[in-house]
């Protein structure tokens, strides 16, 4: 694992699966038709620069849930839109995202819900505000990472 020195919170595990590990598979549900522009494309707002920089990111932690539960946790989070699929990558190279300086950009924590035991969250290891242009510029490396769009079907496949 990569040097915990900014990110204390991912040595405690908070739920039954544990810490969260660079090797598990991240989900992030996308949802319909609110985070697609006219031409089919996901919106960079399907990460929250919000989110990015204050509270976290809410991750589904795909290796401890059947096809099932990720289906019905997808809904969950739609509401009364469509959960149209999530965006996956591992966690690994969401922590490798550095600042000029080398400093770790984002931590991933163990963060289960009520409702979601399987839940994580990428919070920001400094104090940056949602206006902030380095919260721009990791938004956009997490819209690489994350790649394209995979229909729940697929997700565990």
């Known amino acids: 694992m990569l040097a915990k020195k900014l990110c204390p919170g991912e040595a405690v595990a908070k739920s039954k699966f544990g810490v969260v590990t660079d090797d598990e598979l991240l989900a992030r549900v996308v949802v319909s038709p609110r985070h697609f522009?006219?031409?089919?494309?996901?919106?960079?707002?399907?990460?929250?620069?919000?989110?990015?920089?204050?509270?976290?990111?809410?991750?589904?932690?795909?290796?401890?849930?059947?096809?099932?539960?990720?289906?019905?946790?997808?809904?969950?989070?739609?509401?009364?839109?469509?959960?149209?699929?999530?965006?996956?990558?591992?966690?690994?190279?969401?922590?490798?995202?550095?600042?000029?300086?080398?400093?770790?950009?984002?931590?991933?924590?163990?963060?289960?819900?009520?409702?979601n035991e399987a839940h994580a969250a990428a919070v920001q290891s400094g104090a940056l505000g949602a206006d902030d242009p380095e919260i721009k510029r990791i938004r956009g490396v997490l819209m690489d990472l994350f790649g394209g769009l995979v229909p729940l079907t697929q997700a565990k496949a």
Do not use: F, W, Y
């Open 37 to 115: 522009q006219k031409d089919g494309t996901i919106k960079p707002g399907v990460l929250p620069l919000s989110h990015i920089a204050q509270g976290g990111l809410s991750l589904m932690r795909t290796d401890h849930m059947d096809a099932a539960e990720l289906a019905v946790q997808a809904q969950r989070i739609a509401g009364a839109e469509t959960a149209a699929g999530v965006l996956l990558t591992k966690t690994r190279p969401i922590r490798e995202i550095t600042d000029d300086n080398g400093n770790r950009s984002l931590c991933v924590i163990d963060d289960p819900e009520p409702l």
